[in-house]
């Protein structure tokens, strides 16, 4: 093969720090468009970005020359940094430093989608324990790329999280 190719599709999930529930409707969508540029300008291909009130979900192409963790680090500083700029009851925001990242295999890449779309019409008040569990690796078909990641909601107050998106 003479050119280089790569199909790598990830599905990002971070929270925000102590599970703050501070991103309003007011910056959602905006938050949405300011990260999908900032993954374009590392030449990936964004698919889907989803949030609610703590978390963010992304769903994108990986670029074929950028490692994960590059990609992962700028989206995160980027857009922390731009949600600071949208009023004084963002100006201590952060995310947590933990995120969990997964390679979603391209013949489940509908579920993935399908998964992150509805998130929103799925209120965190109805999520259980096995919901975390069943959303990160059955449905989506999904396999750990962060082994740092943990899937107990409970363990996870303060520290890494895999976290659900609007």
Not at 5 to 17: F, M, P
Not at 60 to 81: C, T, W
Not at 103 to 112: F, G, H, L, Q, T
Request: aromatic fraction near 8%; hydrophobic fraction near 35%; charge should be positive.
């Amino acid at each position: 093969m003479a050119q280089p190719l790569a199909n790598i599709h990830i599905h990002l999930v971070y929270s925000t720090r102590d599970r703050q529930r501070i991103i309003s409707d007011t910056v959602r969508e905006p938050l949405h468009v300011y990260s999908a540029t900032v993954l374009k300008a590392h030449r990936c291909h964004p698919v889907l970005i989803n949030s609610l009130e703590d978390d963010i979900h992304l769903l994108f192409d990986l670029g074929r020359m950028v490692a994960v963790s590059k990609a992962i680090a700028e989206v995160k500083a980027a857009s922390s940094q731009w949600i600071k700029t949208q009023g004084a009851d963002y100006s201590q925001f952060c995310w947590q430093g933990g995120y969990g990242a997964f390679a979603a295999d391209a013949s489940n890449i509908e579920a993935v989608r399908s998964y992150i779309a509805r998130q929103f019409d799925n209120p965190r008040s109805r999520r259980t324990e096995g919901d975390y569990e069943f959303g990160a690796r059955s449905e989506c078909g999904e396999r750990f790329v962060d082994a740092r990641v943990k899937t107990n909601p409970r363990a996870l107050k303060g520290r890494d999280t895999v976290a659900r998106g609007r």
